[in-house]
């Protein structure tokens, strides 16, 4: 896509710190990173959101998050990492081009990532359950 900045990384059009790059995917050091070390996996097809994500690329996908997180753990020191994938603006989307970020992580860092605990009403759990598994 044309005015994508993730599609112009892939096409070598602006520069970025290329870790790794195949014919699906390509893998760069994010510019205002988390902690140091923060990367990103990026598949070359522009599709905004993961589920979009071709059948065909998703065990290199896989592969990938796998090879990745190891370097980094290996490169940094970390004492562990996140993946993080934010899918669409309420998820806190802000390039809208799918992507998968792995963020070192420190016991003394400043990253929060806390949510609220919600609880199911009597039989709602079972409602989601089977409505989630008859989608699958
Ligand atoms: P998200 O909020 O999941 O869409 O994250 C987008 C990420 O892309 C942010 O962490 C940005 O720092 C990163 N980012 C944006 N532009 C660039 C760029 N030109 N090179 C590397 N990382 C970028």
């Not at 796998?66 to 020191?77: D, G, P, Y």
Request: aromatic share 10%; hydrophobic share 40%; proline share 4%.
């Amino acid at each position: 896509m044309s005015d994508c900045i993730f599609c112009k990384i892939a096409a070598g059009e602006i520069p970025a710190n290329k870790l790794y790059e195949s014919e699906n995917f390509i893998v760069f050091l994010d510019i205002s990173p988390a902690n140091k070390g923060h990367a990103l996996i990026v598949p070359k097809i522009h599709v905004q959101s993961l589920t979009e994500l071709p059948e065909y690329v998703a065990q290199e996908f896989g592969e990938l998050q796998l090879k990745v997180s190891k370097a980094i753990m290996q490169a940094t020191k970390a004492e562990g990492f996140n993946l993080l994938l934010n899918d669409g603006k309420a998820a806190g989307q802000e390039v809208m081009h799918a992507h998968m970020h792995i963020m070192p992580r420190f016991s003394t860092d400043d990253f929060h990532f806390k949510w609220t605990h919600k609880k199911y009403s009597d039989g709602e759990m079972q409602e989601y359950f089977e409505r989630i598994k008859r989608n699958l």
